[in-house]
């Protein structure tokens, strides 16, 4: 399998990010304009729109519908990349492809997401269709009795892939427009497996002969929360080499830090695999009892680099 080229989907139009708050807390347009040029001149290929609640700020649907028909415009004056509408209604988005002037894009725009848990998921899927859009999959759910339960095995999120695409190519939407997300967990908590999930999936879906064209994403700057401030970008660096080379060929991130993954043979790269290695559990341990040792292998990791 030849290793991918990664494609960045620049992430600093989020209110999880401070200008970004800013910007939409004064309406500012200007704001948004600065961090569109910002991002396209820095090399990103696609620029996600998230206005969305965080735990800082509060915001309604209303507010976010009623402005994009402002910001939408403006932004594409300083763009010509496509954008990533990131939200979980179907009603942001209806409003956000009407006031999107595709004349002006290079490439398709993206609906971020569907995931077996959207009350819309069939509408957003039509939508994707009607609009000749790319579209996001969340596939780290998946539905156990009916209901969306978070993914704990490789074959649920195969499955809920396979899900998905046969449902999108229904309607006409080949696996070269979907992008499929198995999630990103902090390295820093995650005592449940949950990055060698991740992990163990881009190379099950690499190897299935009925995803072939399908790509992966994961939203890179989840993985050093909670780390050290001053390893946080190397640490995503590293994480992106082992995902590029099981097969990641595209990451939400902030294109303002380094999104160049460090060299296979780079000592954190070594260093990460070996905490990762022991979070795999050995006969008769639970996730939970790997999970702990490899926080412990990761805080030895950590006092030997900083």
């Known amino acids: 399998m030849s290793k991918p080229d990664i494609t960045i989907i620049g992430e600093l139009m989020n209110n999880s990010y401070g ?10 347009v200007e704001g948004y304009q600065h961090l569109a040029k910002l991002q396209t001149d820095l090399g990103a290929k696609v620029l996600t729109l998230n206005m969305d609640a965080t735990q800082k700020l509060g915001v309604s ?13 403006k932004i594409q004056e300083v763009t010509d990349l496509p954008i990533s509408f990131d939200n979980p209604d179907v009603s942001f988005h209806r409003k956000a492809v009407e006031h999107y002037d ?21 509408e957003m899927m039509d939508l994707v269709a009607e609009h000749d859009m790319d579209v996001i999959v969340m596939v780290s759910e998946c539905l156990k009795n009916g209901q ?24 006409g939407i080949e696996n070269d427009r979907i992008i499929v997300d198995p999630g990103l ?44 401030k001053e390893l946080r970008v190397t640490l995503e660096r590293a994480y992106l080499r082992i995902a590029m080379d099981l097969g990641l060929d595209w990451v939400l991130a902030n294109p303002e830090k380094n999104t160049e993954p460090l060299p296979t043979d780079d000592p954190l790269v070594t260093g990460v695999k070996q905490v990762l290695s022991e979070g795999r559990p050995l006969n008769g341990e639970s996730l939970e009892d790997a999970g702990f040792r490899q926080l412990d292998e990761l805080m030895e990791l950590w006092d030997n680099v900083a």
């Open 61 to 73: 649907l209303d507010e976010m519908v009623d402005f994009l028909p402002i910001v939408l415009p």
């Open 102 to 122: 595709r004349s002006l894009v290079k490439g398709r725009p993206i609906l971020n997401s569907i995931s077996v848990s959207r009350t819309h998921a069939e």
């Open 148 to 171: 969306p339960k978070a993914c704990s095995e490789v074959d649920d999120v195969v499955d809920t892939t396979h899900h998905f695409t046969e449902l999108l190519n229904n309607r």
């Open 19 to 28: 200008r970004a708050r800013r910007a939409w807390a004064e309406r500012s």
């Open 185 to 228: 967990a902090p390295i820093s908590t995650d005592t449940q497996g949950l990055i060698n999930l991740g992990l163990d999936t881009i190379k099950a879906i690499r190897s299935d002969s009925q995803l072939q064209g399908v790509h992966i994403s994961v939203g890179l700057s989840n993985f050093a929360i909670g780390g050290p």
